[in-house]
């Protein structure tokens, strides 16, 4: 047992689910007590989808259980495939249904349906919702990709793997990334499951490489499909400028063509390069999110916008070895959870000026009084927005840009903050007034913390005059100083002995 209030990730079907209707003739049963159908409105509410999702509930009840349940099932896995007509139909059960052992897949087998059906083993109780849509995935290509004929002349093709319904900005990034394939000169062959049917995915094979641009989603069946068919992949997943440049040449070799013929067209370096971007150097950063989103998102923080990555972690599990490795590049300890609470305390030891995280951490840093923008999933219905919006290629890292740097203090605020900290408007503690009433980032009051050295009164009122996005930072660095030094009191004078050191 686990108590949990908030998840990063809901149940593996529901990324099954994702799959189902990210494709097109797909068609899922799901073996589901009865009020599962919440799922639907995540697509028709949050993504705003104007039809239901291709999903068939069983919804049994509580006194269907002294009956047959796998009766309910076949039924109703009949009735949808005659009512649907899909070209395929995926089975498989939810939690409840789990504890049932109804087996779906051996239940549809014996019904001998016209369409082929791929059977889905989704363990509810050790896996999450990426998993099982890359599972989902992964089990479809198995299904249909086969082996490529006699290849057509033409430019190079790929594939487009790992976009999804209910994915962060993937409609977006798909039509980001499809731009950059076409500048190079690369044929995209299939974008899969995002609007795919299942005769695509029979075609995937006719691309020379897999452009994998969710490892979450899209990694499993990228590396049957490399084991299988010899077809190589990208690594690189172009979030951000220096990524984006880097996918190309990644593209480039594998097609083998001349990365040079892709201009640099994002405003990011020469915005990060004006002089109103110099005080954002050095700003404290806390990333959390997917694995694939957190690890982009710390390598823009410190290559393209000069922040210091404080804090880096994700819940994403199956990715703690490339977490770890991003992490270490940054001189710091990778933070693996899917507990919001250690998440929440991590940001309010490091007292980061800037969160960059999930709508959780939106949340987390609402509390804490920190400015705040989302990066990955989970989020709401605001981050499936009517613009354009993507997180990759050059138009990606413009957004990345305006988003992240919107919820900070502008520089000449910020300036007037620390000049005249009594003002009635530009008061120590009031939020940024680009965002409005200027009470979105008030930072609880900090209290000092009795610790082995004590604040003398008239240190504690010089701490209090440093503006308060970097007081906790000064705070910590003054008691270590004091600690080492074996200091029971801070006064006024270990305070600014610690600054000259601390600035050295
Ligand atoms: S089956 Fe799973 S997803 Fe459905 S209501 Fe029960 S716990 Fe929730």
Redesign the pocket.
Known sequence: MELALWTYE??P??GAMRVAASMRGVHYVLH??Q??T??DLLFTMIERRASRPPVTYTTFQARDLGRDTAALFMDAARDACERFRPEAMLVGA?????LIQDDPGGLARTLGLPVPVVPLELP?YQKKENWGAAETFYRLVRAFAAPRGTREVGPPRANILGPTSLGFRHRDDVTEVEGLLRALGVAVNVVAPLGAAPADLARLCEADFNVVLYPEVAGMAAAYLQRQFGMPQTRTVPIGVGATRDFLAEVASLAGLDAGRVAVSSRLPWYSRSVDSTYLTGKRVFVFGDATHAIAAARVCAEELGFEVVGLGSYSREFARELREAARAHGIEALLTDDYLKVEEAIAALRPELVLGTQMERHVAKRLGIPCAVISAPVHVQDFPARHSPQMGFEGANVLFDTWVHPLMMGLEEHLLGMFREDFEFADGAGPSHLGHGTAAVPPPEPIPAGPAAWAAEAENELRKIPFFVRGKARRNTERFAQERGLRTITLETLYDAKAHFSR
Do not use: N, R
Request: some cysteine; aromatic content about 6%; hydrophobic content about 30%.
């Open positions: 809901g149940p079907h529901v589901a007590p009020g599962d919440y799922a939810s939690c409840t249904a789990e509810a």
